[in-house]
């Protein structure tokens, strides 16, 4: 009951913005509230959710919680929406519509009017939700069509927005994790964030540094939701709990044999915004008992034709 009431207490200093005596008292607040709501979630066991799908697996640790998902074996496709639902509703609708759904993860950065970042889907620009990609190079996850409508994953980086990311030379003008993209075209794109890990080596003061992210200090510690890769082209979506540092995240994907074949690792929104759904049901549920994520996830399906 003490760890709620300071939950509570916290949440509504935070959000109505009332004093708390310093800065520092205030992200101490707002770390335990985050700590006690952390505890009072209930997440789904493994074995809860049955059999899983050819290529999914379930990725989980002391301090995070996730997927890893085998190229070839499942496609990945970037969600956008313009509507307050959250995560688990968008599945739902996927779902309704007959779309092969069978997990889905929380994108990336957004404010009130639309997403910080860029983003493709199905091989365009969604229409309708406003992108604020801003001139900085960021990182992103994509995915490329090619031969007999292979997808292919990539993490990189790019400056480009917009229809630039689909005009000839986005392959030569982006950075990618590979010397050479052959696939055709992108057909989705979720950017916006930063880097973890290049080469198996910590780089995420990047991330502030040159890519000029500033996290307010009672948020250096929050959830963070992470995209890797391996050298099979597998990717990793991760959330790691509150208490983590990026120092700490990259620490624990050079350190931890399950990650032994990762390369590079990037994040997108954190906080309360992080979130992942399996089958239907909550793998990771949302911090405040509340489904945060907003205007763009990334779904992942079973193809029509796995090769």
Same mark, same amino acid.
């Given at each position: 009951? *003490?760890?709620?009431?300071?939950? !509570?207490?916290?949440?509504?200093?935070?959000?109505?913005?009332?004093?708390?005596?310093?800065?520092?008292?205030?992200? #101490?607040?707002?770390?335990?509230?985050?700590?006690?709501?952390?505890?009072?979630?209930?997440?789904?066991? !493994?074995?809860?959710?049955?059999?899983?799908?050819?290529?999914?697996?379930?990725?989980?640790?002391?301090?995070? $919680?996730?997927? $890893?998902?085998? #190229?070839?074996?499942?496609?990945?496709?970037?969600?956008? @929406?313009?509507? &307050?639902?959250?995560?688990?509703?968008?599945?739902?609708?996927? &779902?309704? *519509?007959?779309?092969?759904?069978? /997990?889905?993860?929380?994108?990336?950065?957004?404010?009130?009017?639309?997403?910080?970042?860029?983003? !493709?889907?199905?091989?365009?620009?969604?229409?309708?939700?406003?992108?604020?990609?801003?001139?900085? +190079?960021?990182?992103?996850?994509?995915?490329?069509? =090619?031969?007999?409508?292979?997808?292919?994953?990539?993490?990189?980086?790019? +400056?480009?927005?917009?229809?630039?990311?689909?005009?000839?030379?986005?392959?030569?003008?982006? @950075?990618?994790?590979?010397?050479?993209?052959?696939? +055709?075209?992108?057909?989705?794109?979720?950017? =916006?964030?930063? @880097?973890?890990?290049?080469?198996?080596?910590?780089?995420?003061?990047?991330?502030?540094?040159?890519?000029?992210?500033?996290?307010?200090?009672?948020?250096?510690?929050? $959830?963070?939701?992470?995209?890797?890769?391996?050298?099979?082209?597998?990717?990793?979506?991760?959330?790691?709990?509150? =208490?983590?540092?990026?120092?700490?995240?990259?620490?624990?994907?050079? *350190?931890?044999?399950?990650? /032994? *074949?990762?390369?590079?690792?990037?994040?997108?929104?954190?906080?309360?915004?992080? /979130?992942? !759904?399996?089958?239907?049901?909550?793998?990771?549920?949302?911090?405040?008992? /509340?489904?945060?994520?907003?205007?763009?996830?990334?779904?992942?399906?079973?193809?029509?034709?796995? @090769?």
């Amino acid at each position: 009951m *003490k760890n709620i009431i300071l939950a !509570v207490f916290a949440i509504l200093c935070v959000t109505t913005g009332s004093p708390l005596h310093g800065f520092d008292l205030q992200a #101490q607040f707002k770390e335990s509230a985050r700590q006690a709501f952390a505890r009072m979630t209930k997440q789904v066991s !493994v074995a809860e959710l049955g059999k899983l799908p050819e290529g999914l697996e379930i990725i989980e640790g002391a301090t995070y $919680r996730g997927l $890893r998902i085998h #190229q070839g074996k499942l496609e990945m496709r970037v969600h956008t @929406w313009t509507d &307050e639902t959250g995560l688990l509703d968008n599945y739902k609708l996927a &779902e309704e *519509k007959g779309q092969k759904i069978v /997990a889905a993860v929380n994108g990336t950065f957004y404010h009130s009017r639309g997403i910080l970042g860029s983003i !493709v889907s199905d091989g365009s620009i969604p229409a309708r939700v406003r992108q604020s990609p801003g001139t900085l +190079s960021r990182s992103f996850v994509a995915s490329f069509r =090619g031969e007999k409508n292979r997808q292919t994953w990539y993490l990189g980086e790019t +400056s480009l927005s917009g229809n630039e990311l689909l005009r000839l030379g986005f392959k030569e003008r982006g @950075w990618f994790n590979v010397p050479q993209v052959l696939a +055709s075209h992108c057909d989705n794109l979720v950017g =916006g964030g930063g @880097w973890i890990l290049r080469d198996r080596k910590d780089v995420h003061m990047e991330a502030y540094e040159r890519q000029r992210f500033r996290f307010a200090k009672a948020d250096q510690s929050s $959830r963070k939701t992470v995209v890797a890769q391996d050298t099979e082209r597998n990717l990793y979506f991760l959330v790691f709990e509150t =208490g983590n540092t990026f120092h700490q995240v990259a620490r624990t994907l050079v *350190k931890e044999p399950v990650f /032994a *074949k990762v390369r590079e690792a990037i994040f997108l929104d954190g906080g309360s915004s992080s /979130a992942i !759904v399996v089958k239907g049901k909550y793998l990771v549920a949302p911090l405040y008992m /509340a489904d945060r994520a907003r205007f763009s996830c990334i779904q992942i399906l079973i193809p029509e034709m796995v @090769w």
